[in-house]
C-alpha cells in the first residue's frame, strides 16, 4: 500500500529543475510554435537583408498573409477538434463551397434577408455535420470513407444548386452582402491586419474554451485517446463525435463565408480541385495533433495552418510555379505524421 | 466406419443457394447489378427511341469504358483486402504511361519504354509500403500525400523534357491492334483484357498461397504473424500490384486515346476505392472477391451510361457515388455481422 502510494508520488513529482521549462517540453504544440518561430525569423531576416529579391515584410505582402491564414486556419481548428476525438473529414471543401452558396443565393437571387440566408447556410453546416456523425459514430464506418462519401454528395449538390440560370452552366457567383456586413467579416482595421484575424482569434478562443475548459473537450481527448476507458467512465462517445463533426462542418462552412466575402465571389470548382482538406490536414497535423486522436492543442492548430499557408506565401514570393505547393504538402503530411509518431513513442 | 463419415459428410449438408449469394461478398451487388440491368433492357424494348441502351454502338461504349476504372480497382481491391488503402493510383494512372509516352518518343524501343513505367510503379508502391508499413502511419495518409507529390513532380520531370504538358503517343500498330480492337466488330478488347486480368486476380487471390495471404494479413495481422506469415513483405507485394495495375490500367487509357497528358484531376483512386466498396470488399480488409470488383465496376458504368442515356445532369453519377459508397460499406458490415 505504502509502496503505490510512494510511486504514486513519484510519478505526480515534477522533475527537478525549472517547472516551467519541463512544462514547456512537455506542450504539444511547441514544435510548431519553434518551427514557425524558426521560420518567420528566417523569412523576416531574408527579408530585410534582400527587400527587392524578397518582398516578405512589406505592408502589402502581410495584409495577404492575414486574410488568407485565417481561413485556413479556422477550418483547420475545427478538423483538428474533430481529429483530436479520432476522427477526418474529408468533405470540408464541399461544406465551406455548399456553405457559401446557400447564403449567397437566397439573398442575392431570392431577396431574402441575409440573416435568414445565414441561418439556412450554417444550418446546411450543422446538417452536413450530423450526417457525417450519424453515419461515421452510429453506422460504425471509417469516418475518411464515410466524408469521402460526403465530399461526392456535396459535390453533386454544390455542381446542381450552382447552376447559373442565365447561362445553364457551373458559373461562378457574385457575392456581394452590402458594406457593414463586409466591413464587419473582413475589414481592414490598421496596417496590414484585417477583421479575419480578429474571427480567428474569436474562433480560437471558442475552441480553446471547448477543448481545455469544457467538460466536452475533456471528453473529446478521452474519446479520441482511448475509446473504451471512455465508455467504461460513462461518456457517451457518439454524441461527443457527432459533436466534433457539427464543429468541423461549421468553422468549415465560417471559413467559405470568410472566403466569399472577401473576393466577393463563389467558385464552384474549389470543391473538388482546391484540395483544401488536404492543407487544414496538413496544418493539424503539422500542429502536432496526433492522427490517431487524443492528443492536440488549439495553438497548434493555428500555427499548422498559419505554417502552411507561409510556406504558400513564400513560394509565390519566390517565383515558383504554382503547383509545387501541393507536391510539398503532400511531403510536409507525411513528414509531420512520421515526426508526431516518433514524439509520442518517446513521450 | 464407411457409415460413420458418410452420416458426418451429410450433416454438413451444403447451403442452400439462397444463402450462399447472400454471404458471398459479391452477392448484393451481382443481385443490384442483374436489376438494373434487366431494368435498362427492359425500359430500352419499351422505349426504343428515348432509351437507347441496347444499340451495338452503347453497349461496346460501356464495354469500353469498364476497364478504365476496372483495372485500377483490382489493384486496390487486392491491396484493400490486404488491409491497406492506395489512393496515389490516381496520380500513378497518369504519370507512369507519360513516361512510356516520353520515353518511346525519345527514341526508346517500345518495350523498354512500357517496362519503364511498370518500373516506375513497382518503385512508387514500394515506397508507398516503405513509409507505411515502416513508420507504422496509416495507409490513406501516406498514399495521399503520394498522390500530391507524384501529381506534382511528374509535370517537372516532364519539364526537364521541354515542357510539354501533353505528347502524341503512336504505339506500334500491331500493339495497339491487340490492345484496343474490337473483336466482331462490337467486343472491345479492352474488356477481354480486363476479364483475363480479372481471371488473372482470381488466380492469384483464391488459387495461390499469396492470396491465402493476403486475406490472412488484411483479416487479422497478429494471427497471420503467428501463422508464419510476413505480413509486411504481404502487404508490400500488395502495394506495388496496386501501383501496377494503375500503371497497366494507363497504358490501356493512352493507347486508346492515342495520346498521354499530365494533366491529373480525374479522381481514379476514390472511384476505384468506390467500385470495391460497392463490390463488397470489407474496408478493415480480410474480406472481398474479384468478382465484386468486376461487378462493381460494371455498376459504375452502367449508372453512367443510364445518366448519359436518359439525358440527366451530371451531378447525378456524384450523387449516386456518394451515397453508394456509404450505402455500400453499411451493408458489407451488416452481412459481415451476421455471417
Redesign the interface.
Do not use: H, K
Given at each position: 500500500m505504502s509502496q503505490i502510494s510512494a510511486d504514486l508520488a513519484a510519478a505526480r513529482r515534477v522533475p527537478q529543475g525549472a517547472p516551467w521549462l519541463w512544462r514547456l517540453k512537455r506542450y504539444q504544440a511547441i514544435s510548431v510554435v519553434v518551427v514557425y518561430g524558426l521560420l518567420l525569423a528566417v523569412c523576416l531576416a531574408w527579408s530585410f537583408a534582400a527587400p527587392s529579391a524578397f518582398a516578405f515584410a512589406t505592408t502589402g505582402n502581410l495584409a495577404v498573409l492575414s486574410q488568407q491564414i485565417p481561413v485556413t486556419a479556422i477550418a483547420a481548428i475545427g478538423v483538428g477538434i474533430l481529429m483530436v476525438t479520432g476522427e477526418f473529414d474529408i468533405s470540408i471543401a464541399g461544406t465551406f463551397t455548399l456553405v457559401a452558396f446557400i447564403v449567397a443565393i437566397p439573398f442575392s437571387e431570392a431577396g431574402w434577408p441575409l440573416w435568414l440566408s445565414m441561418l439556412a447556410g450554417f444550418g446546411t453546416a450543422v446538417a452536413i455535420g450530423v450526417l457525417n456523425g450519424l453515419i461515421t459514430a452510429w453506422l460504425g464506418i471509417p469516418s475518411f470513407i464515410a466524408t469521402i462519401g460526403m465530399m461526392f454528395f456535396l459535390r453533386g449538390v454544390i455542381r446542381f444548386v450552382s447552376i447559373n440560370p442565365q447561362t445553364n452552366l457551373n458559373d461562378s457567383r457574385p457575392f456581394f452582402p452590402g458594406e457593414t456586413f463586409e466591413a464587419v467579416l473582413t475589414g481592414h482595421l490598421f496596417g496590414p491586419v484585417y477583421a479575419q484575424l480578429v474571427w480567428l482569434v474569436v474562433v480560437a478562443v471558442i475552441g480553446y474554451l471547448i477543448l481545455n475548459r469544457h467538460q466536452i473537450g475533456n471528453h473529446m481527448f478521452t474519446t479520441g485517446g482511448n475509446r473504451d476507458a471512455a465508455i467504461a467512465v460513462g461518456v457517451n462517445v457518439r454524441r461527443v463525435k457527432l459533436i466534433a463533426f457539427v464543429i468541423c462542418a461549421v468553422t468549415a462552412g465560417f471559413a467559405g463565408l470568410l472566403q466569399a466575402t472577401r473576393i466577393n465571389q463563389i467558385e464552384p470548382s474549389f470543391a473538388t480541385v482546391s484540395g483544401f482538406e488536404l492543407e487544414a490536414i496538413a496544418g493539424v497535423v503539422v500542429g502536432g495533433v496526433s492522427l490517431y486522436g487524443g492528443r492536440g492543442a488549439i495553438l497548434g492548430m493555428v500555427l499548422g495552418a498559419a505554417l502552411i499557408e507561409t510556406v504558400d506565401n513564400v513560394l509565390v514570393l519566390i517565383g515558383a510555379p504554382e503547383t509545387i505547393f501541393k507536391g510539398l504538402l503532400g511531403a510536409i503530411v507525411i513528414v509531420a505524421v512520421i515526426l508526431n509518431n516518433i514524439v509520442r513513442r518517446r513521450g | 466406419m464407411v457409415a460413420s463419415a458418410v452420416d458426418s459428410a451429410l450433416r454438413y449438408r451444403r447451403a442452400s443457394w439462397q444463402s450462399r449469394v447472400r454471404s458471398h461478398p459479391a452477392g448484393p451487388v451481382t443481385i443490384l447489378f442483374v436489376v438494373m440491368l434487366a431494368g435498362c433492357i427492359v425500359a430500352s424494348l419499351l422505349l426504343p427511341e428515348q432509351f437507347r441502351f441496347l444499340l451495338p454502338g452503347n453497349l461496346s461504349l460501356v464495354l469500353r469504358q469498364i476497364p478504365n476504372l476496372g483495372l485500377v480497382a483490382l489493384g486496390v481491391g487486392i491491396l484493400m483486402i490486404a488491409g491497406e488503402f492506395d489512393l496515389s493510383v490516381g496520380s500513378v494512372f497518369v504519370a507512369a504511361p507519360f513516361a512510356t509516352a516520353v520515353a518511346y518518343d525519345a527514341g526508346v524501343p517500345f518495350a523498354l519504354a512500357v517496362l519503364i513505367a511498370i518500373a516506375i510503379a513497382v518503385v512508387i508502391g514500394l515506397i508507398n509500403a516503405g513509409?507505411t508499413l515502416g513508420?507504422?502511419?496509416?495507409s490513406?495518409?501516406?498514399t495521399?500525400?503520394?498522390?500530391?507529390?507524384v501529381?506534382?513532380?511528374a509535370?517537372?520531370i516532364v519539364d526537364l523534357y521541354g515542357g510539354r504538358k501533353s505528347l502524341p503517343f503512336r504505339p506500334p500498330e500491331g500493339f495497339k491492334e491487340v490492345l484496343t480492337v474490337d473483336v466482331f466488330g462490337f467486343l472491345p478488347a479492352q474488356f477481354i483484357w480486363f476479364l483475363l486480368f480479372a481471371v488473372l486476380a482470381y488466380l492469384l487471390l483464391n488459387r495461390h498461397f499469396l492470396g491465402n495471404h493476403f486475406f490472412a494479413a488484411g483479416g487479422d495481422p497478429k494471427a497471420a504473424q503467428f501463422a508464419g506469415i510476413n505480413v509486411n513483405r504481404t502487404k508490400t507485394v500488395a502495394f506495388v500490384l496496386s501501383s501496377v495495375f494503375a500503371t497497366i490500367s494507363g497504358i490501356f487509357t493512352i493507347t486508346r486515346v492515342a495520346v498521354a497528358q499530365t494533366n491529373p484531376?480525374l479522381?481514379i483512386e476514390?472511384y476505384a476505392?468506390?467500385i470495391c466498396?460497392i463490390g463488397g470488399l470489407s474496408?478493415?480488409g480480410g474480406r472481398g472477391s474479384v468478382l465484386g470488383i468486376v461487378i462493381g465496376a460494371c455498376v459504375l458504368q452502367l449508372v453512367q451510361d443510364i445518366i448519359l442515356l436518359a439525358q440527366l445532369?451530371?451531378?447525378?453519377?456524384?450523387?449516386?457515388?456518394?451515397?453508394?459508397?456509404?450505402a455500400g460499406?453499411?451493408i458489407n458490415?451488416a452481412i459481415k455481422r451476421k455471417y
Open positions: - | 513509409i513508420f507504422r502511419i496509416p490513406f495518409i501516406t495521399l500525400g503520394m498522390l500530391f507529390i501529381r506534382t513532380a509535370p517537372y484531376q479522381f476514390l476505392v468506390a466498396v474496408l478493415f445532369p451530371g451531378f447525378y453519377l456524384d450523387m449516386f457515388v456518394g451515397l453508394m459508397i456509404v460499406v453499411v458490415q
